[in-house]
């Protein structure tokens, strides 16, 4: 049987099945909401683990891209399809995964449900392309989902518009490199949307609540009618949030890899990895109206998925300040991890998350539940703000009384984060003067706490 005449068949079958589905309730989310703001928890959440894992990290090769962009000498579309066969993590405990993300201070995970070549991590009944038939045999997503639900963690699922596996996003005759972006020419094409239909109900019915779905609609998002995927994620879990991927807003934008110079207010749209935007965003602070939420994704070293070959991996301290870059502009941080081929996290990722988790335990309450603070475009400092406080983040130590300009309200108090030792300070209508100790009492960044009139 061809690849089309089983999905036609799948589809034939289990369509009307599927179309009458139960509706979920509103998601466990709905109780850390205030009023009607599905986004609360997001906002507050701040800290993110995003997962690409596949059989791609048998090869040490990104997901998806080495079969739509090949390069001389690389791997073969052929190979990279017979990855699968190989693929049996066994080494992978779920609850591994959310611990980790825990020490970390991580307070939500995304996991790569499908990624551009198709294959699924869960057990789709649309397609032979997944996890259930490889030598593992087990769904991934319906274990971490189980373990994510035990220890009360929000989680969301990537799911990616392109599919180069299925005959109906593209002529799977041809090699991917030929036609990726997918064909939505073809009469074949409405097929496909009714498949990713399909998933998607498969996701937001079989695997408990759903934080967010995460689409990478990459170019020309507009052909998958995103309108008609944003209506059907919210009939079904109506407080689940969606990124701006396929081709309408959603609930918040995500530049990759970079973070915004600037706080980003809506109008700006970003295109995912392009850093252009930046010239149109300015150190201004934004009434909360205005504000657009924005989430930056980024790697602890050069790849998404394992790389046994990429140890170029970022320092603690600078996804530390990284952290405190994207909070400070009113952002959300999604540090991602590339398991191993047997479902192990490698230790040089576990390290620096720990380190994280550990700054995090100490300065955590700058960090959660804040928005961007009243002080940008400093170099050596950063601002977030919440109730009645407003958290200075220092880079670097200054030998002399620290010179902070920007903040409005009378300051009330001044003290250390770290260990609440109270500091003097002055303000004027020059800006606000503050003693500090001789030594930093954080290698990475530390805090000051302002409490406000």
């Known amino acids: 049987m061809s690849a089309y005449s089983y999905h036609r068949r799948k589809f034939i079958q289990l369509a009307l099945a599927a179309s009458a589905a139960p509706l979920l309730p509103g998601s466990a989310f709905a109780a850390t909401t205030s009023g009607d703001d599905h986004t609360a928890w997001y906002r507050n959440a701040k800290f993110g683990m995003f997962i690409h894992w596949g059989p791609y990290s048998l090869a040490s090769v990104e997901a998806s891209w080495p079969i739509m962009t090949p390069k001389p000498g690389g791997i073969t579309e052929a190979e990279y399809r017979s990855l699968p066969q190989r693929f049996n993590p066994t080494k992978f405990d ?28 869960f057990d789709s009944s649309y397609t032979e392309h997944k996890i259930t038939n490889t030598p593992y045999g087990k769904d991934i997503v319906a274990q971490l989902a189980a373990a994510a639900k035990h220890s009360d963690m929000p989680l969301g699922f990537y799911y990616s518009p392109p599919d180069l596996y299925h005959p109906g996003f593209r002529d799977t005759s041809k090699l991917a490199k030929d036609n990726w972006h997918g064909e939505p020419t073809r009469a074949e094409w409405a097929l496909y949307l009714d498949y990713m239909e399909l998933q998607l109900t498969e996701l937001l019915t079989n695997y408990g609540p759903a934080a967010l779905v995460w689409f990478d609609g990459l170019n020309n998002q507009g052909k998958y009618n995103g309108a008609r995927f944003l209506d059907l994620i919210h009939r079904l879990q109506h407080r689940t949030l969606v990124n701006d991927r396929i081709g309408v807003q959603g609930d918040y934008q995500t530049p990759e890899q970079f973070i915004p110079n600037a706080i980003p207010t809506k109008g700006v749209v970003f295109n995912a990895v392009d850093t252009s935007v930046q010239k149109q965003l300015k150190p201004t602070i934004p009434k909360p109206e205005d504000f657009q939420l924005w989430e930056t994704c980024m790697t602890i070293n050069d790849t998404w998925a394992y790389n046994k070959n990429d140890v170029n991996y970022k320092s603690a301290e600078f996804l530390v300040r990284s952290l405190v870059e994207v909070a400070s502009r009113g952002g959300n941080f999604l540090l991602n991890v590339g398991p191993q081929p047997d479902g192990l996290i490698q230790p040089e990722f576990q390290e620096r998350l720990r380190a994280i988790g550990d700054w995090l335990a100490v300065n955590g309450d700058s960090i959660y539940g804040t928005t961007y603070g009243p002080v940008q475009g400093i170099k050596s400092l950063r601002t977030t703000a919440k109730e009645n406080k407003v958290f200075v983040h220092v880079f670097d130590w200054p030998n002399s009384p620290l010179q902070v300009t920007g903040i409005g309200p009378k300051v009330l108090s001044a003290n250390l984060l770290a260990n609440g030792q109270p500091l003097k300070f002055r303000q004027t209508e020059g800006g606000l003067q503050i003693d500090l100790p001789p030594h930093a009492p954080d290698a990475n960044v530390s805090v000051i706490t302002l409490r406000t009139l």
């Open 94 to 121: 779920p609850q591994s995964f959310v611990d980790l993300a825990r020490s970390a201070g991580q307070q939500y995970m995304v996991f790569t449900t499908k990624h551009h070549d198709g294959f699924c991590m």
